[in-house]
Nanobody, 115 residues
Framework: HLVESGGDLVQTGGSLKLSCKAP???????????MGWYRQAPGKQRELVAT???????DYAESVKGRFTISRDNSRKTVYLQMNSLEPEDTAVYYC????????WGQGTQVTVAS
């Protein structure tokens, strides 16, 4: 249902842009859906990082405010997460999903920030 990509190994202070495609969501379902990016660090629970509504209102976890930007391209059924000023604490597997009515989780994409 969901395919995440764009993760990599970067140095502290670096940037990455993650992508999440939802090829099996029909357009009429994707476009109004609130989509979210989540992350799960080793030994920790999955946490919500950012959300974007169908109207493109956004919200962020305090830990990433001012550094991460979520966006969407409805024509491509894709959600993005631009991550700047990365810190070692951002190291995690990043997932996207429909917020509040989750679909089966994808494989995620690994982000590793080296100190």
């Amino acid at each position: 249902h969901l395919v995440e990509s764009g993760g990599d190994l970067v140095q502290t202070g670096g940037s990455l842009k993650l992508s999440c495609k939802a090829p099996r969501m029909i357009t009429s379902t994707f476009n109004p859906a609130t989509m979210g990016w989540y992350r799960q660090a080793p030994g920790k629970q999955r946490e919500l990082v950012a959300t974007i509504t169908g109207g493109r209102n956004t919200d962020y976890a305090e830990s990433v405010k001012g550094r991460f930007t979520i966006s969407r391209d409805n024509s491509r059924k894709t959600v993005y997460l631009q991550m700047n000023s990365l810190e070692p604490e951002d190291t995690a597997v990043y997932y996207c999903n429909r917020h509040g009515k989750e679909l089966p989780w994808g494989q995620g994409t690994q982000v590793t920030v080296a100190s």
